[in-house]
C-alpha cells in the first residue's frame, strides 16, 4: 500500500470522490417488506437459531454511528449519522452465541449475500442500521434493516470496506465456519474489499 500523500484529503480512499448526495444502487429491484412477518433470521453456527420480529428489534438497545461511507462506484459521503444496533447488542442480550468454530458472518437479503469475517462485523464501524439522518431507512436504501460497513475517521485501527459488504433489507445473519462469498464477491469483486488498498475487483 502505498504511502497516502499528506496534501491530500486524508479521508478520502484511492479512486473515491467526495459527494453530497446519496447515490442508490442495488442488485434487483427493491422489495416490499410486510413488518408483521418480517423477520431477522439467525443461524449456522450458534448455540441455538433465533428469529427477531420487529418489534423485538425495535426494543433492543441503541447505537448511534457517525460513518463515513465508501462505495465501490468511487463516491464517498462524509458524516453520514445512523441509529441502530450492534452485533455486539445481540451477543450481550442473548440473542446470539456463536460457537467456537465461528469466524464469518454472512449477511442474506433477498436475493443476495454478502460475507464478512465476525470480528469486523462485532467493530465498532459495523452497524445494523434502521434510522438515517434521524428517520427510519427508506426502501431504496434497505428499509427495514441494512448493514453497514462504514469508516471512522482517525480509526486507523478498523478495517474499512466498500459499502457492497453491507446487505440492505437484510433479513439473515448466517455465522459460517468458512468464508462464503456473496453475490458480488462470486461476480468477480475483491474478497477483501479494503478501501485503503483499493481492492475493488480480483486478481
Given at each position: 500500500?502505498?504511502?497516502?500523500d499528506?496534501?491530500a484529503?486524508?479521508?478520502?480512499?484511492p479512486?473515491?470522490?467526495?459527494?453530497?448526495?446519496?447515490?442508490?444502487?442495488?442488485?434487483?429491484?427493491?422489495?416490499?417488506?410486510?413488518?408483521?412477518?418480517?423477520?431477522?433470521?439467525?443461524?449456522?453456527?450458534?448455540?441455538?437459531?433465533?428469529?427477531?420480529?420487529?418489534?423485538?428489534?425495535?426494543?433492543?438497545?441503541?447505537?448511534?454511528?457517525?460513518?463515513?461511507?465508501?462505495?465501490?462506484?468511487?463516491?464517498?459521503?462524509?458524516?453520514?449519522?445512523?441509529?441502530?444496533?450492534?452485533?455486539?447488542?445481540?451477543?450481550?442480550?442473548?440473542?446470539?452465541?456463536?460457537?467456537?468454530?465461528?469466524?464469518?458472518?454472512?449477511?442474506?437479503a433477498?436475493?443476495?449475500?454478502?460475507?464478512?469475517?465476525?470480528?469486523?462485523?462485532?467493530?465498532?464501524?459495523?452497524l445494523?442500521?434502521?434510522?438515517?439522518?434521524?428517520?427510519?431507512?427508506?426502501?431504496?436504501?434497505?428499509?427495514?434493516?441494512?448493514g453497514?460497513?462504514?469508516?471512522?475517521?482517525?480509526?486507523?485501527?478498523?478495517?474499512?470496506?466498500?459499502?457492497?459488504?453491507?446487505?440492505?433489507?437484510?433479513?439473515?445473519?448466517?455465522f459460517?465456519?468458512?468464508?462464503?462469498?456473496?453475490?458480488?464477491?462470486?461476480?468477480?469483486?475483491?474478497?477483501?474489499?479494503?478501501?485503503?488498498?483499493?481492492?475493488?475487483?480480483?486478481?
Amino acid at each position: 500500500m502505498p504511502p497516502r500523500d499528506p496534501s491530500a484529503d486524508d479521508r478520502l480512499p484511492p479512486g473515491q470522490t467526495r459527494t453530497e448526495q446519496f447515490p442508490v444502487l442495488q442488485f434487483g429491484t427493491i422489495p416490499q417488506i410486510d413488518l408483521a412477518t418480517w423477520r431477522l433470521r439467525i443461524w449456522g453456527e450458534v448455540r441455538q437459531p433465533a428469529a427477531l420480529s420487529w418489534e423485538e428489534v425495535c426494543q433492543l438497545p441503541v447505537t448511534e454511528r457517525t460513518l463515513d461511507l465508501h462505495c465501490v462506484t468511487r463516491w464517498s459521503k462524509y458524516d453520514t449519522h445512523w441509529r441502530g444496533f450492534t452485533l455486539q447488542t445481540l451477543l450481550d442480550s442473548g440473542w446470539v452465541t456463536p460457537l467456537p468454530t465461528a469466524r464469518f458472518v454472512i449477511q442474506h437479503a433477498p436475493g443476495y449475500t454478502t460475507n464478512l469475517p465476525l470480528n469486523q462485523v462485532v467493530a465498532e464501524n459495523f452497524l445494523f442500521a434502521t434510522h438515517y439522518e434521524g428517520k427510519p431507512i427508506t426502501p431504496e436504501h434497505g428499509f427495514p434493516l441494512r448493514g453497514l460497513p462504514g469508516a471512522i475517521p482517525g480509526r486507523d485501527d478498523l478495517k474499512d470496506v466498500y459499502l457492497w459488504k453491507g446487505a440492505k433489507w437484510l433479513n439473515g445473519l448466517e455465522f459460517s465456519a468458512e468464508d462464503l462469498p456473496g453475490y458480488w464477491e462470486r461476480s468477480g469483486y475483491n474478497n477483501e474489499a479494503d478501501v485503503w488498498k483499493d481492492q475493488r475487483f480480483a486478481d
